[in-house]
């Protein structure tokens, strides 16, 4: 999806008058909550003026027909038949609603990692508080490379077998959030295939970010947020679920008019919406209401497609530009910092970091909370262990608030590090801007504290 047009727009600085920042703010965490230009604004504005004039026709009689035109198109950049995509508020609604429809019995267990987006492992905890399965985590320190990530994913998957367990279901990312690295979904996949297990994608940094083949990789349920990085407003997140795993889903979050009972149900059948179209799937007629919500930003998905292609040049050539910013940008920082970031160990000379292939980047602070670790390295600054909060918390607002911009951080592995995101509104020079203040921070934070 590329595009000759003369209205191509150059990365950086010149796209981010498309976009409506602040002019004394300048956005380089797009992958917590993303945001959209103006031209998809307003695309918005114009489905939220239809609604708020005709209420009743629009959402009865509009919204399925404006729904299957976004559906189509995520669907066509998923390379996905249409009737597999439907739409969820985020990534975190999506992974629950699977989760909650498949049937588990006592010996059933659901794997996950340890980098999982912590939203996501309550909601795991919280499922198995009221239903009769187990859990297994896989456990690691970051960074570790896809092979190891896979082989201890099958040690776990041999030892849950050993005990007697069947293994159902596995969680993974595309890209992890924090610490963000590009993970082995694809192996993943396959090898969830092979053993039997069903694998549940989330890829809330996924679509937008870099290439997704659906149709070739054949996961068994992807969720993905459009209001990350695909520029759709939020929220917004398209729940892929191929036609062979349908029958499984019979509840949206919440249960809704398009709520599917089981045969053996001892209530009555509930009664369909007027929306209900003969031609659909029961799958795609039960997203189509879910309760009353403020649905305009999934019809903003052609918007968000056409500006991309139009003004952007294209799917690839923004995947290109921002995996190449990222690890540009990660370079500076770490190079600034005296650090490094976060990539394989031992990595070969000239060869490609796995984990570095996206749009964020992890790069370490100079502050550890190991005690060895500090006496081995004397550049590092030792913290307290119950440190790690208030530090985080600190270097978060004094950038909100004197600096006027937001990188998150995190501990792992006994290290702060920080989250770099890339963008086409961004360029080399907002992190070289960036690389000075963190070193400046960095410093003051270790003078203010001793």
Partial sequence: MASNNASLVPFGAAMREQFLFAPNFINLNHGSFGTYPAAVR??????QDQVEARPDPFIRYTTPKALDVSREAVAQLLNVPRSECVFVKNATTGANTILHNLPFKSDDVIIYFETVYGALEKGI???????????????????????????????VVRDARNEGLNVKL???????????????????????????????????????????????L???????????????????????????????????????????????SPATAPSVMETDDASKSAFESLFEFVATNDDTPYFCVPAALEFRKMVC??????YEYLERLANEAA????????????????????KESDLRRCAMATVRLPFTFRED????????????????????????????????????LVEHGGW????????????????????????LLCQRYRAERC
């Fill in 373 to 408: 670790v500090a006496v081995s390295d004397s550049s590092a600054t030792l913290l307290n262990a119950d440190e790690a909060g208030a530090a985080v918390k600190w270097f978060q607002t004094t950038l909100v608030e004197e600096h006027g911009t937001f990188v998150p």
């Fill in 313 to 318: 040049g294209g799917e690839d050539r923004i």
């Fill in 170 to 216: 596995a969680l993974f990312d595309v890209v992890t959030s924090l610490p963000a690295v590009r993970f082995p979904f694809e192996r993943l996949t396959e090898v969830c295939r092979e053993e039997g297990i069903l694998s549940l994608i989330d890829g809330a940094h996924g679509i937008g970010q870099l290439p997704l083949d659906l149709g070739k």
């Fill in 416 to 439: 702060l590090w920080v989250r770099l995101s890339a963008q086409v509104y961004l360029e080399r020079k907002d992190f070289e801007w960036l690389a000075g203040i963190l070193k």
């Fill in 218 to 264: 054949q996961p068994d349920f992807f969720t993905s947020n459009c209001h990350k990085w695909l520029f759709v407003p939020r929220s917004c997140c398209v729940l892929y679920v191929p036609k062979r795993n349908q029958h499984l889903i019979r509840t949206t979050i919440p249960t809704s008019w398009g709520f599917i009972p089981s045969e053996d």
């Fill in 125 to 155: 905890v919280s499922f198995i508080e009221s239903k009769p399965a187990q859990i297994r985590k896989v456990r690691y320190e970051m960074p570790i490379s896809h092979e190891e990530l896979v082989e201890r994913f099958l040690q």
């Fill in 42 to 47: 307003t695309a918005l504005r114009h489905f």
């Fill in 331 to 350: 370079d500076i920082v770490a190079a600034t910092l005296g650090t490094d970031v976060m990539e394989e160990r031992n990595l070969e000379s000239g």
